[in-house]
């Protein structure tokens, strides 16, 4: 006959929250299985957000692999807890525990208002929250040669950024870029264990 015992999260002190830290993969560990593969852990996970705004939660369950092992929610400001992990079943491997790890961040736009180039570095002028190593997409700048899509941010401060990138050209008008600022110490995770042996 089974074991049926309620327990705390790994990654919890005497069952409290636990705050993410991280803003990309590999998350802050929320909970790992025990080795066993038949040891089942049947895990309950909420989410509090204590910005002002959405918060995306990237909950990587029993892996890191993107879009396989990942669960994406956006937790909405001050509302109290989120369901975000209802009840779903891990276990080892037989010889290693399968870990559950989370990363916040905040969806983030800037309306672009300028762009000039130099030496391989293109600098967007826009109101932004973004930082350095945030990656954005850039669409509807003219001349179109400003429009890149998954670039890595080089430098930000709160009116300007920069990629590297051999683009050229005058700016003539329009533009916007989109990607996440950081997320970090916005969500709280928690929750518990239903762990079958």
Known sequence: ?????????????QGKPIKVAATATTGTTIHATGTSSTTIDEVWLYAFNSST???SLTVEYGGTTAPDQN???SVPPTSGLTLVVPGLILTGTGSAANNITAFAQIPSYAIITNVSASAGTVTY???NNFVAGT???ITGVNPSAYNLSNVTIATASSTQF????????SYVS?????????????ITVSGYVNRIV
């Open 1 to 13: 006959m089974a074991t049926f015992t309620k327990t705390l999260l790994s990654g919890s002190t």
């Open 53 to 55: 705004g959405p918060v």
């Open 71 to 73: 669960i994406v929610i």
């Open 125 to 127: 002028t826009a109101a």
């Open 135 to 137: 990656t954005v997409s």
């Open 162 to 169: 920069t990629v590297t990138n051999a683009a050229t050209g």
């Open 174 to 186: 329009g533009g916007q870029a989109s990607g996440f600022a950081t997320g970090a110490n916005l």
